[in-house]
């Protein structure tokens, strides 16, 4: 059993706040993601619950113990870091078997384990090999061997896949998934990769400047992004954000767009008094080639085609948007085509603190989910 | 073209090489022969440049003369004192050097690379004086710590530039998987520093083994070799002098013969 909680850490490298009061819960055998930009803070708060960061505030509690104050031999996790670490002095076996030895298991225990992790990670062919020996990808699935050979009630990923090429990343993240789905251990994931925490997370802990700006399901996180910040971080390509205004009353309002003006049936009141950016997703947003009813007209500027699909550069008035489009659909550039802004996928955002409004017209991709099991 | 003017390049840089191994193995042969050859030989002329016959009569005559076991033994000491004082501080100090960022780690640096900067000939006088008034003078403890405090500062610094060559998160995930501070060094770090501890080991031993001017100034009749040799010098026939310096390097390069390997990693380590 451990489950893990930061409360109100804080963490400060001469004047620069790393982490700048953190409170977060992680359940008992959840994979958490740490997500955010390169210098958010993310690592170091990995740091202080592994316990190579001391914090300066605030407390980190695994399972009922608090342990703010024990070194990291105490804390019952094992961590995989960035660079690997495996140690260039030792076989890959005896990397391995550090973390054992260490705990003075029995030579027999100590074997069965060896082997039963390198069988895991596919890499029993290598256990007599020294790290220089192997590739980055052999190398990372040691790190991963050695964490595991231990046990820990928790497990502390530090960007493990960033250091493998484009195709590796790809099979090794759904391989590392399902490991650890098959491992009770809680894990907490800290990556920049948006797509690599969308795919693996339970729940994503988006991270800014050193506070947490968003925690939930990745759908949550991506669908119905808590400020512009996330939003524009998360998916590919990010959230288009346009200057909106919104005018009317009662049941029915008119949206205002540079590029043309559409109705909004659901509730305005709670966008009163905002000044307003209209953020929305590329996968959302309707092209039709005809004028119509509640339609925006945008010129083309340029086509991606990408396979699956054909992603659109359009300029709609003073405002840029990215847009996908199904992969059977060529508009050419200078082409005009009109789109839909879809009420219930329309996400408002307030332009001067960058944090979303609600209107209760949000539908999310959640809503229609279908779960196989 | 291109072909010729790189073999040309190979047989330029090969004819320096010879060159230069002639010139530094030439008078390291005709020791090593003298040495092994009989008073006759040695007195010869001209000289016979492939022995004719190996006989120990020349160093048995100068292992038996005055004093020369036991300088051979007290040198022995001194090295060995100097090797393990120097190692037991250098080696910590190089590691904090490294590892941890210090108010004054620059100056301190700086304040080690600069006491290679005083000639022994100038602290001399004042360092006989110190080691009559402590009673220290003609110890091997005395010319033992004479030699530490000259390889102590570069011990210092080719320990401190292998430790920084040593990635920290290594020990980061030694502790992690259950080790202290203090054995993440022992485990982790210390074993990849071999290297260089070894590199560091041979320089001291090398520099005490030869030293003979603080040697020579600070001992009176508890003399270490070279300074026994020094004394000995102009009263002593050829052979004498010969076998001592056979004795003088010979070590050094059995002993740089013996762990060239660790020499070779730590290089190879640095140049990365």
Known sequence: MADIRFEGVHKSFGNFAAVD????????????????????????????????????????YIGDRDATDLPPRRRRIAMVFQSYAVFPHMKVYDNIAFGLRMQKEKKAV?????????????????????????????RQRVAVARAMATNAEVLLMDEPLSNLDALLRLEMRAELKTLLQSLDATTIYVTHDQIEALSMGDRIAVMN????????????????????????????????????????????SIVKVSGGSFEFPGDAAALAGHDLVLGIRAET?????????????????????????????????????????PADLFPQPDSDVWLRLEPTRIRWMDRETGTAIHTGAEALATDTAVVIS | MALPRIRI??????????????????????????????????????????????????MRVFLESDGVTDSLRRSAYVAAISIIVCLALGTPAGYALA????????????????????????????LAVTYLRVGIDDTVYGVAMAHIAFTLPLTVLVTASVFAGISYELEEAAMTLGCSRLSAIWRVALPLARGGIVASAIFIFVTSWNEVFAAAILTFRNRTLPAQLLAALDTSPLTYRLAGGFFLLAPALVVIFIIRKYLLTTWGRVAR
Do not use: W
């Not at chain 1, 100590?110 to 007599?128: F, P």
């Open chain 1, 110 to 138: 100590i074997d069965e384990r060896v082997h039963s992790s390198a069988a895991l990670l596919h890499i029993e062919e290598l256990l007599d090999r020294y790290s220089s020996q192997l590739s980055g990808g052999q």
């Open chain 2, 99 to 126: 590892r941890f960022s210090f108010r004054g780690a620059n100056p301190f640096q700086l304040a080690l690379v600069s006491t290679r900067a005083f000639p022994l000939i100038i602290i001399a006088i004042p």
């Open chain 1, 285 to 325: 947003i309707g092209v039709e080639t005809t004028v119509g009813e509640g339609l925006v007209r945008a010129k083309v500027i340029v086509l991606e085609p990408l396979g699956s699909h054909n992603l659109v550069t359009v300029r709609c008035g003073e405002d840029t948007l990215k847009v996908s489009i």
């Open chain 2, 9 to 58: 390049g190979r047989v330029l840089a090969y004819v320096a090489a010879l060159a230069i191994s002639a010139f530094i193995l030439a008078p390291i042969y005709l020791i090593t022969i003298a040495a092994f050859s009989s008073f006759d030989a040695v007195y010869a002329y001209p000289k016979n440049l492939v022995p004719k016959e190996a006989t120990t009569e020349t």
């Open chain 1, 209 to 252: 400047k050193g506070r947490i700006v968003q925690l939930g399901n990745p759908l949550e996180v991506y669908d119905n992004p808590s400020d512009t910040f996330v939003g524009g971080f998360i998916g590919t390509p990010p959230m288009n954000f346009l200057e909106a205004e919104v005018s009317g009353n009662g049941s029915s």
């Open chain 1, 21 to 60: 009061g953190v409170d977060l819960e992680v359940k008992d055998g959840e994979f958490m993601v740490l997500l955010g930009p390169s210098g958010c803070g993310k690592t170091t708060l990995l740091r202080c619950l592994a316990g190579l960061e001391r914090v300066d505030e605030g407390r980190v």
